[in-house]
């Protein structure tokens, strides 16, 4: 009995360990309910994975895009928000012409992208979910619809298959997905106890002011 526990939990240990080059930062943990390796990602992260692993984020106006290679499994999911071109009001967030919101907002997509390329995936095999952009504040600017705009956009001109999407509306999402299924797991939180999410959002957003302001590359 203790040689077949030591057994488990040696397994355990090699599938906590096998992260990709890159992604030792994220926190991963095991999940009972799912049966594998969860890997949390926040806002300006994203994280790729070869392995039968879940990825698991909590969205308000930000977007994720769950994207895999449908023949081998290999994919991941990015957690981004587009950048203000200046603190204040709503119409910092319009963007006259190609801009910093695209720039970003591109950045974010490619990374993922090309990692997912790198571990093996092909681009003509790549599939994406897409999830997020939910207007949680009612008094404040629209920023969630921007981040859908730019996602089906960036999606379009790039000729990507959009297999399932869930965006805008009013509500958080908590979102779990699977690349080497290619199954997403997602609930809506019609209610929000605390302002988590809302503060966790604000932070990213100054902080991408300050890169913006600094022309440093996010991420």
Same mark, same amino acid.
């Given at each position: 009995?203790?040689?077949?526990?030591?057994?488990?939990?040696?397994?355990?240990?090699?599938?906590?360990?096998?992260?990709?080059?890159?992604?030792?930062?994220?926190?991963?943990?095991?999940?009972?309910?799912?049966?594998?390796?969860?890997?949390?990602?926040?806002?300006?992260?994203?994280?790729?994975?070869?392995?039968?692993?879940?990825?698991?984020?909590?969205?308000?106006?930000?977007?994720?895009?769950?994207?895999?290679?449908?023949?081998?499994?290999?994919?991941?999911?990015?957690?981004?928000?587009?950048?203000?071109?200046?603190?204040?009001?709503?119409?910092?967030?319009?963007?006259?012409?190609?801009?910093?919101?695209?720039? #970003?907002?591109?950045?974010?997509?490619?990374?993922?992208?090309?990692?997912?390329?790198?571990?093996?995936?092909?681009?003509?095999?790549?599939?994406?979910?897409?999830?997020?952009?939910?207007? !949680?504040?009612?008094?404040?600017?629209? !920023?969630?619809?921007?981040?859908?705009?730019?996602?089906?956009?960036?999606?379009?001109?790039?000729?990507? &298959?959009?297999?399932?999407?869930?965006?805008?509306?009013? #509500?958080? &999402?908590?979102?779990? #997905?699977?690349?080497?299924?290619?199954?997403?797991?997602?609930? &809506?939180?019609?209610?929000?106890?605390?302002?988590?999410?809302?503060?966790?959002? &604000?932070?990213?957003?100054?902080?991408?002011?300050?890169?913006?302001?600094?022309?440093?590359?996010?991420?």
């Amino acid at each position: 009995m203790k040689q077949e526990l030591s057994t488990n939990q040696d397994g355990l240990r090699a599938r906590m360990d096998a992260v990709l080059p890159g992604f030792e930062h994220i926190n991963r943990y095991w999940d009972n309910t799912h049966n594998c390796v969860v890997a949390k990602i926040l806002p300006g992260d994203y994280y790729v994975t070869t392995k039968n692993e879940m990825i698991l984020t909590v969205l308000g106006s930000c977007v994720s895009a769950c994207v895999r290679d449908s023949a081998n499994g290999v994919g991941g999911m990015n957690h981004f928000m587009l950048p203000t071109q200046g603190a204040g009001s709503a119409s910092s967030w319009e963007a006259p012409g190609v801009d910093a919101s695209t720039r #970003y907002g591109s950045h974010a997509m490619e990374r993922l992208i090309n990692d997912i390329l790198k571990y093996g995936g092909r681009r003509d095999r790549l599939e994406v979910k897409v999830f997020g952009g939910g207007k !949680i504040i009612s008094h404040m600017a629209d !920023i969630g619809r921007k981040n859908i705009d730019f996602v089906q956009s960036y999606i379009e001109d790039e000729g990507i &298959r959009l297999v399932a999407s869930d965006l805008g509306d009013i #509500y958080p &999402r908590k979102i779990f #997905y699977q690349p080497s299924t290619g199954k997403v797991f997602m609930k &809506r939180l019609l209610k929000m106890h605390d302002d988590n999410i809302v503060a966790r959002e &604000r932070a990213y957003q100054q902080a991408l002011v300050r890169k913006q302001d600094g022309d440093v590359t996010l991420f």
